[in-house]
């Protein structure tokens, strides 16, 4: 086997959400190691905020966060844990007090939570879970 | 955290899967061959997105298989340097944080790497963040097993694994127990850690 390029994309977790559940949908099943890693991935993935995201509402998402000029994986980063809080921002952007003023990290958040609405409620559900 | 691996190979297809679309007899033999298996300088492979291109199919004297060069694209599980990622406290020991993704176990993340300062409670098996509430006092904020934690990956082993010579095999004293891909994580940040620390 040969390697030609070890990382010609990165693919959002949505993006792998989406292809795992085609994998495991499929018929007839598949067995071994396929199913086995399917079957965890998918567990995990659900557990994550991208179960509910779109390919729409992530494209918007992207379009409407271009002009805070963030680098693709800080992108990356806010897509698959969309931030809810300033204090999430502050370690997802690297030197985020240089680069955004307090007014852009609040207008990042609230594109987020427009495009992502489902995030707020995540933290809370778990709570309750954990209690 | 997902990445896509551009790969080739030649894939041999034996007679029993003929029945079958070319297509997918390679498909099912290349996520046979990869998932749930780490590439060594890839990462882990979970499942094949595309293939790329097929080239002509060829059998070889002695041989009722056929042999297809393939060009492939691979979802890979391999999180850049940096990121930010969140999984669940497998357990805790004398050597850090072990954390798990559920389909990824070996995250570490060592003593240095945790918020200062902390201990590790023998009695509990759990490691603790004294956590200063700024009166003089100490919060105890323990990191239990099965918690959700959220990390930072700051770097990455790879391990050659594959089976040692019978000489090389007696030097080394347990080659079974080398990990082929590992990640170290920190989590000496504000935000970081627990998530239930960082709630209210």
Known sequence: ?131 | MFILAEMKNVTRIPPELFHLKLNDAIAGELNKKLANKVVLNVGLCIALHDIVSLQESYIFPGDGASHTRVTFRYIVFRPFIEEIIVGKIRSCSQEGVHATLGFFDDILIPPSALQHPSRFDETEQAWVWEYDTGDGNKHDLFMDAGETIRFRVTAETFNDTCPAGPTLKENQDNPENKVSYSLLGSINEPGLGLLSWWDS
């Open chain 1, 1 to 131: 086997m040969e390697i030609v390029n070890s990382n010609c994309a990165s693919l959002s977790n949505y993006e792998v959400l989406e292809h795992l559940q085609k994998v495991k949908d499929c018929r007839p099943k598949h067995k071994g190691q396929l199913a086995t890693i399917t079957y965890e991935t998918l567990r995990y993935l659900e557990n994550t905020p991208c179960k509910d995201q779109t390919e729409e509402s992530i494209k918007e998402c992207i379009k409407e966060l271009a002009p805070f000029k963030l680098h693709k994986t800080e992108l990356l980063i806010m897509i698959n844990s969309p931030p809810v809080t300033p204090l999430e921002i502050q370690f997802i952007v690297e030197e985020s007090e240089e680069r955004l003023t307090e007014d852009q990290v609040q207008e990042i958040l609230s594109i987020i939570s427009k495009h992502f609405p489902h995030v707020q409620k995540t933290p809370q559900n778990e709570d309750e879970q954990s209690e």
